[in-house]
């Protein structure tokens, strides 16, 4: 934590695509999560959109990131109504940039997944905050309540 978060790009909902620099001046939440219309990923997106105005409030932006295509994505944030973009990464790149990838038990088989984890960047592109093995019950409070302590 503290340092300088690599420039990076990718593929996202919307226009245009993400770029980490577009945003320096504004904290930069990315929270990944492992996969779309399933119920705690629908919960945390929900969660963080219900907040959205206050995190803007707080000259902060966020994004969901996963490994589903951006046709997923797109029909994921029109059917839940997300105010914000969700980024794709279906190569890992972001995933492996943050370290999110990990072995999960999963109907009693290792499979590879996201760990639902999230990151703040400051205004000057460092990382000051990260939650790791998330649980989605209050996290999003809980982002809002670090954000707003920035200030």
Known sequence: MGCQVPTF???MTGASGFSLDTYLGKKVILYFYPKDNTPGCTTE???FRDIHSQLIANNAVIFGISRDSLRSHEGFKSKLELPFELITDPDETLCLM???MK????YG????GIERSTF???????????????????HA???LDFVSSQT
């Open 103 to 106: 072995m999960k038990n999963m």
């Open 9 to 11: 790009s990718a593929s």
């Open 45 to 47: 997106s929900i969660a």
């Open 120 to 138: 703040v960047i400051d205004e000057s592109g460092k990382l000051v905050k990260e939650w790791r093995g998330v649980k989605v019950a209050d």
């Open 141 to 143: 409070q809980a982002v």
């Open 98 to 100: 943050f370290n999110v």
């Open 109 to 112: 088989k290792q499979v590879r």
